[in-house]
């Protein structure tokens, strides 16, 4: 038997049948026309966004569209939210259709001109990534008669310690190396495009307090110190996110409170603040990873040398992440349950495969569970962020997966 | 410096521009109407098919559709090989509307009813994974008054040795264990089924002619087991593929003269030949991986601390296998080249990544180039299978790949 994650708060104390958004999933399961079927519950969202505002009183709220770019979802998450960061023209787009344009802004290190001059004639913040990209832009606007708006992305000196993805403190294609921000600023500023501020990325998927303090702090001191070698107040300091979700079985969740408190001190003593700097903080899994659930139905049981498979009919073409396929070293288990016998004691152990070809696709490993037939659907948490739209949709030919959001009540 | 992968044979040895089939990547770049792209060599893919038909003349040849369902690739493919196999309905459609029902098995562990159903009406040959999935399509096969065509997968005792992918020798989710294999076939005879014979299939991804030729072997041993304990001769023994490809440096390819040679000879010597059997190997990767070329465009330079980096408009949204995110615990490098440089000797160390806001999209890390600039075009081979359809195309929310195919002349 090998452990699952934790269950996000939502559903951790459920017994029965499962429920999303107070509906039972079989509800869920008719209204969406069948499984596989991913049920994103707003309201989780919408908690995640309010714990953020409890505690962050004075830092911008963002949203990364690339954790979940639904346009059920983004429509219901745009007012819960004072920004969105999107990561290419297709995502700009979609935010364009909930947010006006002042409140995007466009990070990605590999922007074609075709993407620059849509953002420029869009008027949202573009997040330059290296010097070529911003006389790029600089281009683009003359020819357009627009002034850019431009911000800039820099590599940071640090890096989020424990983070599952470090950005920050190595050679890094996001942004321009720390020690020439100053420089790029005072040319984006020379040239007349109105300067949005810095872009300050150094790692995500962290859970440990201290390390995101820790690299807040030193993202305030290194803005500090670029606005100063520049010469220049930036008018927003985009803090980067990388607050975490407990997938793993003993993961234990980001203490935002402290984070919170922390930063809102370090904040007080900027004298950027004094200056008149906003703050934001851009998250994408943070607020919506745990408000998602992937249902799969059980189309077979089988036993083969003494291991029990439950085969369903979904799996790593709609969850790559849970199959353990995307950015981790070693497969562990997401958590799953039985979806009709929530808080049941566990009968076997079972091992929770997809119906592809290939032996990566697995969405659960040597699991224990109640017992389970041919029919039943097993749910998979944390499916919110980094699922249906990171998954290899086409391969093996089996149909997309059905999306469907639990509005707010 | 990090190695990069062999080129395949057809582009080697070329200098200057890249061509495939024989024109120019510029070329193939305006006839798509732009980057990224995939080009598809059906001239390769035929070689390939001819090299299989050279050294293995009583052998039937079935390509895997799963490596590459490219309608245009696939009517291409069909008229090369005697037979193609299916892992999904969406994969039997495409496969029917090339090749006849006769010539095509659906194998895969979690087939939906509505699968069998479609399989049972059109009469192909359903390569069942499990009793209960055995009885589904006998029940569904009286329902449609249909008698199913029915051969049994079984999970061998063997594995392959130094397969990319064993799925042979341990607990599965494919096939039935050896031991409940008679017994599944006497049922299936019994219930009055069309049996059509065995797929056994212990691996992927093999390069070590020794390792195929010792599973090919047991394989056929298995067969004569399964056949003398069921008392039935199967019409086909379909003895799975696992073929490699040289992805990395240091791989070289498979002894194909070597295993076809040693195929006749075990087939000369097998009982269930001189009974009637016809054998198939089903092949995907090692038919279509060296026939793809993807096209990128670099859209910046830049440096960070000292390492240079390509961003190109291309990455692992269309070639998630290149990016080491699938199915690979070490990252190595896929072969690339500088397309309009070929066999021009290296300037400089670069890592080729894409445009996504993630450390995971790189094509190519610290890799010996000759100097590029803006606008080049950066050539990943093997890119003929598990790329365009096995991504995660709508990550961060880029426009798909073009695709295009090189016909025969």
Redesign the interface.
Known sequence: MKPTGPLPPEFASQSGELAIAGRPTHDWVAAAGGTPLFVYDLAVVAARAGRFRANFEKIDLHYA??AN?LPALLAGIAPLVDGLD??????LD?ALAVKPAAAISF??????DDELAAAIRAGVTLNV?????AARALTLGGRLGRSPRLAVRV?PDIELRGSG???GG?????G??ADRGAALIRSIVAAGADWRGLHIYAGSQALDAAAVIETQAATLTLAERLADEAGQVPPLVNLGGGFGVPYFAGDTPLDIERVGAALAEAVERSALTAAGTRYAIELGRWLVAEAGVYLTRI????V????T?L???G?LNHQ?AASG???T?VRRNYPLALAHRMGAPAAETV?V????????DRLGDQVALPAAE?GDLIAVFLAGAYG????????????PAHEIVAPLS
């Open positions: 569209i690339k770019p999107v990561a290419s023209a297709g995502e979609r990070a990605g290190p590999g922007k074609r990534e290296s010097e070529g990209e590599n993805m470090k950005m190595r050679p890094s294609p996001f321009v190396d189309v077979d049981r089988k083969s040398r003494g291991e498979f085969i369903t009919d799996g790559l396929n995307f950015g070293v091992s495969v997809g119906p592809l070809c290939t032996p990566l041919v249906a739209s990171a998954s290899p949709t086409a391969f093996l030919g089996h149909p």
